[in-house]
């Protein structure tokens, strides 16, 4: 397509060489830092510091991370992060849903007075700097007892994950055309039905996508636990930086394999929601 | 379908009317449907105005009984040389980072939309470094960064330069952010282009107009809408850069790297002085409100050329 779309393109067979080298150069570049993390993570011990390239594989370092007697030499409990960081991420797209999915097929469905303004307060969140909120919620949640709580993280969560669901369900429920739901209504349908079983399985789509993005989100998120959870909420995210952060034997192995297994989830899901990607990026402004 | 619209009248007149809902409560229905959401806008909104009022207080871990000082945490930061090193450093990270992500993003695209075989596998792994965490991302880099045994400084043979110095930490962040957020930019400046109407380029062809100029003329200010589209979000976002920067130097060494939601951070959580970190998020707040304003009329403009160019 593009070898139409070019003029002139025909003079640039060296060009189009040099094309391939630059995105190899790229490429190189971007893999490197993930290709590194792998090899790290396949280091024993007595290796982790004193080779490169050469050295004898190990996968032992996935189990000890997850298990206690990595909990022991590091003195950073991974599993139950792992498990944490379910938890919130999967509890905060619920209520995302739950919550979400109504308002946006009201804005999508019906200009009402105040939608704009709702959707425009969903998309400042989007942009805001986070600590605007958490410091007051630092100090609230301390008063009220939901700091370092898996419900209080769900909560705060909304912040990422309510303002995506939102915005890119309220441009599926647009684009689907309103006669489908009418014809339902004709047919006896009443509107919770209609929307139920007509409007709602054809955005399924855009539900999984919404909600794998912002679990995605959810998941990267940092500066939320690392302000308001301590132990019993804290996430993959904070117990990473605590492997770099300690005294005694440093374990760069170990780190490296935490750092694979946290960044394992996000890219999974990425690749499956690869076509909804750029439109969810873009909160909608850039269609992919 | 077809059969649906036509069978459906007569169910009507067989039936009577569908149960209709009095009118006031059809009126109320979107109201209904987005309160729990209204609900949730508030409770974020109230720590935000609550953030807004601590700036005005002497509100500190130390002293839980504030009361108005009206602008005196404004007046000390204010005239705080640290604050200003703050706005600089965030400045300098937010301009050269999105400055360089923009132009290999818009470089990556316009390679992978014109190339071949290879560009199609690549397309595919292009989003790893955005999807993966950004804390995680400045965990890998630190590794690799280490003078001793960092692999970076064994390929490139540097001896044991310090990538996390005084004088280099703050490129250093910005060389991780732009290998994270690079990809931001190329993926939504792809679509961007794959969307352009082809008429233009194929009458353009036929005029015989050279590749460069065709680029200049039509293709750029095509994709330029696309182009600030992304430019608005990562220069935004670089604002407001905390995750990848705390990881790699906490905002050290010394202030070198200390953005001001860093700063925003030390005073507030670090030495639990809740007033003057809530003036230094309300100062960024403002600070990224008015560029936001400012990037989307530029956006705004840019549509409507983009939209004329078509013709």
């Excluded at chain 1, 909120?133 to 609230?140: C, D, E, G, Q």
């Amino acid at each position: 397509m593009a070898k139409e779309l070019m003029p002139g393109q025909k003079r640039f067979t060296t060009g189009s060489v040099l094309a391939d080298v630059g995105i190899l150069a790229w490429f190189a570049f971007a893999l490197f830092p993930i290709l590194w993390m792998v090899l790290l993570a396949l280091k024993n011990d007595a290796q982790q510091t004193s080779t490169y390239f050469a050295f004898s594989p190990t996968v032992e370092n996935f189990g000890t991370v997850l298990s206690d007697r990595g909990t022991q030499l590091t003195s950073v409990d991974f599993k139950t992060a792992l498990l944490t960081s379910v938890i919130n991420c999967g509890g905060a797209v619920l209520v995302s849903l739950v919550i979400g999915i109504p308002a946006a097929y009201a804005a999508g469905r019906w200009k009402f007075r105040g939608s704009e303004d709702l959707m425009f307060n969903m998309l400042s969140f989007r942009f805001a700097p986070e600590l605007m909120v958490i410091v007051p919620l630092f100090v609230i949640y301390n008063q009220v007892g939901l700091f370092d709580t898996k419900v209080g993280m769900i909560w705060v969560l909304q912040l990422v994950t309510m303002p995506l669901v939102v915005w890119i369900l309220r441009s599926y429920f647009q684009d689907l055309p309103e006669d489908l739901e009418q014809a339902a209504l004709l047919d006896g349908y009443t509107r919770r039905r209609a929307f139920l079983m007509v409007a709602l399985p054809l955005v399924r789509p855009g539900i999984a996508a919404a909600a794998l993005l912002a679990f995605i989100f959810a998941w990267n998120n940092y500066v939320f636990p690392l302000i308001l959870a301590d132990t019993s909420a804290s996430t993959v995210t904070v117990a990473i930086t605590k492997y770099l952060g300690g005294g005694g034997q440093a374990y760069y192995n170990l780190t490296a394999a935490a750092a694979l297994i946290g960044a394992l989830p996000p890219l999974v899901l990425a690749l499956t929601i690869q076509r909804y990607l750029v439109q969810g990026l873009s909160f909608g402004a850039v269609k992919g | 379908m077809s059969a649906t619209m036509t069978s459906a009248p007569a169910t009507n007149q067989r039936d009577g009317a569908p149960p209709r809902v009095p009118e006031r409560r059809r009126q109320l229905r979107p109201y209904i449907l987005a309160l729990p959401a209204v609900l949730v806008v508030i409770g974020i909104l109230y720590p935000f105005v609550l953030g807004a009022y601590y700036s005005i207080l002497n509100y500190t871990a130390a002293n839980p009984d504030p009361h108005v000082v009206w602008f005196a945490n404004y007046r000390s930061v204010l005239s705080d040389p640290q604050f200003w090193t703050s706005v600089r450093v965030t400045a300098v990270f937010a301009v050269v980072a999105t400055a360089l992500e923009t132009v290999l993003g818009v470089g990556i695209a316009l390679l992978l939309n014109r190339a071949s075989k290879i560009g199609g596998i690549f397309e595919k792994v292009l989003i790893l470094p955005l999807m993966i965490a950004p804390v995680i991302a400045g965990t890998i880099w630190k590794l690799m960064f280490n003078p001793q045994f960092g692999v970076l400084n064994h390929v490139f043979g540097l001896g044991t330069f310090d990538w996390l110095s005084k004088d280099a930490a703050l490129w250093s962040s910005i060389l991780v952010d732009a290998w994270i957020y690079t990809p931001f930019v190329a993926i939504l400046v792809l679509a961007g282009i794959r969307s352009l109407p082809k008429e233009p380029f194929e009458a353009s062809q036929v005029d015989g107009a050279s590749w460069f100029y065709t680029f200049r003329r039509l293709q750029l200010p095509m994709m330029w809408p696309y182009i600030l589209v992304a430019v608005i979000f990562r220069f935004m976002d670089c604002l407001k850069a905390f995750d990848l920067i705390y990881v790699l130097t906490a905002g050290g060494p010394g202030l070198a790297t200390r953005t001001l939601q860093i700063g925003a951070y030390e005073d507030s959580i670090t030495f639990q002085n809740f007033s003057r970190g809530s003036t230094y998020m309300f100062l960024l707040w403002i600070l990224v409100f008015i560029t936001a304003r400012y990037l989307v009329s530029v956006l705004g403009k840019a549509q409507r050329r983009a939209a004329g160019a078509e013709d």
